[in-house]
């Protein structure tokens, strides 16, 4: 039986990044980049003002003092038509590019025109003025050739309005990822059924789309399939369209666990199944020519952490994330926990913000089917496999969940 860390490495030597296209930019928010994005400009493309005021020469102003001639007013998308000289300045508004001979801006609050003169004059009174002072230089920000967004990164509104300062108005992506949901056990009803004796709703299916939407990939839900080859093998069929197939139900080891040996039957190669992790130990894993599929436990909270540990991992993969594989974070116990498992373990648990650093608490779990209380927490603490009382204000592992 494989450990998490070894699955995980297997599905990484199973799964390839998968193929890329171009999309309007407008339609690549949360998107991976594809290809590195180098600048071809300076950014800013000139010495523009960071704040409306006055362009000097700093030396003028050197002690925060000074009456300056005003030869012209320059706003943004205009140009300067005059250098400015010894005693002289430029009404500017943010944004205009610097004029010649001017290195620093006055804050317009500390000035004051004067228009009795022939010419204007601005009064200045102020700190001390040195160069540089409310200007920014060309290419400050980004030059040409720089690589500005790493291949790999997950496209937010940020990044979108880089390229579009770039001109990019395509950009190459990973294709998203298709996933489909299915649902196995002749005990499941669609959610908007009454349960009979003995049946519930099939919440894993929403639960794992859900769980799809927020990594990024496209969830086609497939419905559920009754404990029987022929219509198991139907449904294998539907999803094998998909680049990514997720079961719940039907892979561990009773009677109507028809599951694992369906999928071998439909041309998918197991890669493992069964992993020391507690929940979850049926996991299934194997991959066809053009499918990834895994094979998750009916408990719903069994495929919830499944999907976060390993599922995840894939769909990372295949979207061109790195790393692909969880990044734990750590946090302090709140109080004392005592702890006892012949598993490594994945609790849930309410991870917090304070000024000393983030506390977790361990929520009131009643194991794998216990789906309510995972609405309580956001997060799940990996204890090691063992007994023991963990002290409160003790650092432990701890995953966040997406969403």
Partial sequence: MLTVDQAQHAILEHVAIGPQHSVPLDEALGQVLATHIDSDIDSPPFDKALMDGFAVRAQDVADGTARLNILEEVTAGSVATNPIGPGEAIQIMTGAPMPDGADAVVRIEDTQVENSHTQPVVSIQTRPVSPGQDRILQGTSMKRGDNVIPKGRALRPQELGLLAELGQHTVDVYRQVTVGVLATGDELVAIDQQPAAGQIRNSNESMLAAQVRASGAIARKLGIARDNREHLAEKIQQGLDCDVLLLSGGVSAGRLDLVPDQLQAAGITQVFHKVQVKPGKPLWFGTSNNTVVFGLPGNPVSSMVCFELFVRTALRRLAGLSPATPNPAF?????????????????????????????????????????????????????????????????????????
């Fill in 331 to 403: 946090a302090r116990l709140d109080s004392d926990f005592e702890f006892h498992s012949d598993r490594p373990t994945y609790f849930p648990a309410r991870l917090e913000s304070h000024p000393d650093g983030p506390t977790i608490t361990p929520v009131n779990w009643h194991g794998s089917s216990d789906l309510r209380s995972t609405t309580l927490a956001n997060s799940m603490i990996h204890f090691p496999a063992g007994k023991q009382l963990y002290q409160a204000n003790q650092w432990v592992e701890v995953h966040l969940w997406a969403g």
